[in-house]
């Protein structure tokens, strides 16, 4: 791990021109920073040491430690030059791969665009608007005559996001003899790990306001891949309705820090905001209102804006609990009801949270309806990774009821516990061929998601979820036993136990009084030293654990952000920076605890703030500004 | 309470004209509104009984129950009418009081201007460019022939937020016989009355989409005024830094629910940004960075802000601890200096938090310096109330320095933990000389505020702290029996205490790991049941309870939001809509619990969304869509 598997690609040459640190004069305040001892230390500028310059804190953290500001951090070698030389965004010059196709020199282009207008955004200057703040180019500014290239190689023609696609790469930068330009090499498999070097690269890059201009270490070599393929969150439009413009927000966060994977949890019980071509009524009736509905396009733009960033939208279809809202239409009268419960009081006898709804897998109109929203999903959404939800199915909401009474009796069985959960059994059978039948590319095997339940249990997993069919989402605490039960039965896992990793914990209740029911809010470090592989132990060996990872059954972990108390206006703040912490747990699998991440999760955060995000903030500035000083 | 004090002044008249209901035909979704049983219900609308109408769910919510859409709920009478009436926000006609002072006119103007921004921004297509999306008036349209006038009598000269200034009104609204008008009466003694009565009307109208229009309710009476004088916020811009347009924003919601108390912890020990122009040093040294300082213009103009939305800006400069960077320059050498401890390490040592500092109270220039900072202060903002902090004080940060125990000596005094709280007793008494000396308006006697702390204690209070020069803000728990010790020795006070009051509580820890000191987060609820009243029983009997009030020693309380962890990005979601409950706290004291106001809290924020803040969400948006069915 960590060291590119086949690094035969050529990706990048980046060069350019440098001209030695500039000593300016004061910028009004009395203090600059400089690194001593390996820490950014904030320093009256009349006691700089001679061999010291001032630094701008963002340079100063591009190599003070040994891991400069990289988040997540890599896992393979690291060296940073100790040099800073400056340039200009304008006179980045990029040159697509000549080698490539059509498609890749176009995604390439893209990547490269983005990259362009982080430069402008680490001006505290920049509005946003595309025009930059730096200086123009003129003559007598030895800065502006420097010009940076990229020159990109062939790349392996993958176009999406697929489960274990190499990611990897390895950056390199040196500059010339003359110290007047830097190349850097960037050498990747796919497109992906291209991307991946050049947020790598974008993160070897400050602003500095002793100059008034970029500032790159002169020389880097960086190898680089992630420990987990699997690394996402889940957003929950059903709950609330979350614009689209938002979960492009949420997309450029995940882009950030390397996250790969934006699961969709689209629809629920509370509404269905997802426009079904085939079924129309779905949001018609489901929608909360007719601004709050996500379009065939819309989707599909977002799936390709995913895309361009290295992110996968897997989508979630939960059933057959929670989904009510949107299935109280047809079918026509005598034919029953698809889904059942839709509203039904009180609540909770029916359901985990108002409002109750649960499909009636009795019901053969419902499997009609299901079947075309499943194309529908899929004809926009990933072939490879589907949702499938599974949980929290409450049988009391199938007991009472005559249709599915008189479905068992059909079939010779009494309406019980165990028969139900047969009935469970036999609609997730039927569920799954539907996917399968309604697959678009055909060629790939969608592989169904599920969470932990009855279903997925110890008890009944092995009969009714084939390992061969499933991946199983683990929320449950990290001590629940289903979990080395489910690696030893040979289940793929992706882990989101909910004692570490569910980020919409820790709020006021939303049903009743005091606080909500996964209480306390997990803080960054909570959530980054839950590692998936040392919650296996006791219960697995290192050799199995070892085994369980070589076999592809850790795929990785999610952090889930349901939405109950969650909409546009706060969606960021709770998702940022826990998510970084997340992608390094992921991405990077450390040995180290919470605290030798946080002065570099300081400065991650401070990025994505300079990125236009809307982060959470973690400590006071002084703590920022003075490294180290906040301890415990 | 609750009653006009002396409803002498005819604030306004406000009329327009009025069309009968119009049933629209579907717009696009099968359901809408209708109120049954005093709930807004969803329906289908082919379900709608011949004498319902389908109703937008904001227009639903205005009428439905008895306080309607009214947060925080009216004192004294409340009589809402049952039908509505149709108008568009161009046809308001304003004219202004012809007998009031050019200052109040200019101030009724401003008022005026932003109630009309409110009807705009009500319309779900408006972009906040002041460009109206309601149709253009056009002929045949009859809503369209409608106008809406105000206008304004005399009133009272109060130009600012003072205690106990009445904020009282009473507002009816009638429509005329031929249904095509209202006549819209406000009746108050001051602008500030006036100003609740405004809002109060604003939320007595809502856009219809059935209409594309504004309606507004035929007729009502409602009766109003403050059960607490002091209703605030604290909001700390040391820790992190805000800016303006970010206060802005805080005030904008402080006047959506009445609250007129922004209590402005403007520097600590961690940075200084306010700009003192006396002492340029303050800011040159103790600001984060030159980006980050209030200019002496900003702050003028935030108070005047504030004041047009009925807010009165206390300002805090606090002291001796909590100061810190910002002090390290000066005076010359062999003259001591004016902080100690200033970052000294290890923080624990010396401070309640990193960094560290603390004045020195033995330094003659100090308290020059601290003369000028008081009298820039007192230059800008309120004369009537001036908040000294005086928290937290660490004896142990002057224990050791020989500046105090040379001066202690001199007075013949050994350095002890009693001879130090004298010490801090004699700072504080010529700090409270400082700021009498170099308040403005001599005519107002400036009252001190004061943190509870050990020299606000049972054991010290009445010695240093004068109850008739200190109002004591109470921090700690609702146990502490200072409270009703306080009360007992004449004192006034204001409640924020932590347990029901802090909103910084309960996310993670920013010193060492876990989650923050104050925790579990405050939800609404909690914030809504915490009655300073009640907190003071069983101490004091319900008759000197009475009396305490009567005799104006319970000014009110407020809400702090430290800001470790707070910055413009996530402030809002943090403040609102636990704001609000805190509103309906101080304003109407109810004697009701948190369920009772649960579906107005999340219509009132709802309107916060309308108007452009970004509160956090309380629950799904089916719940708002169904009254009354997420119950516990």
Redesign the interface.
Known sequence: MGNLRNPWVLLGILSLSLIPNLVQAE????YAHTCRNKTCVKVERTKLRADETPLSLDVCKLNCNALGALWPKPTGKVELGQEFLSFYPQNVIFRNASAASVEVKATLDEAVKIFREYLLMYH?DYKRDGVSPFPENKEGDNIAQNSLVIDIGTVWDVKNVVLNVDESYVLSLESNNQRNSVSTSIVANTYFGARNALETLSQLIAYDDETNSLKILDRATISDGPVFAYRGVLIDTS???IPVESLKRVIDGLSYNKLNMLHWHITDT??FPFYSKSVPEMT??GA????KIYSVEEATELVEYARVRGVKIVAEFDAPAHAG?GWEWGPAAGKGEMALCI?K?P?SSYCVE??CGQLNPANENMYQVLGKIYKDLLDIFDNELFHMGGDEVKLDCWLENAEITDYLKKKGKNNTQETLIELWGEFQSKAYNLVKDNQQVKANNVTAIMWTSELASIEHAVQYLPANNYVVQIWTTAQDPVIPFLIKNNYKTIFSNYDAWYLDC??????????NWC????????VYENSPLQLLSPALTPEEIDAAYKNGQILGGEAPLW?????E??L??KLFPRLSALAERLWSNPDTN?YAAESRIVQSRHRH?QRGL??????????H??EE????
Request: with cysteine; charged share 20%.
């Open positions: 910028v009004g305040s009395p505290p709950r609330n309705f509370h509404s018609k009736y909360y209102s007719s601004r809202n509203n009081e609540w108002p409002p820790g709020f006021g209740a939303w049903i009743g009084e005091g606080n209480s306390p809010y997990k803080g960054w470090q909570k939405a109950e108390q969650v909409d206006l706060t960021e703040g919470w703030v809307r982060p959470d903030r973690l400590q006071p500035e002084w703590c500004q003075n000083l906040c301890y415990g």
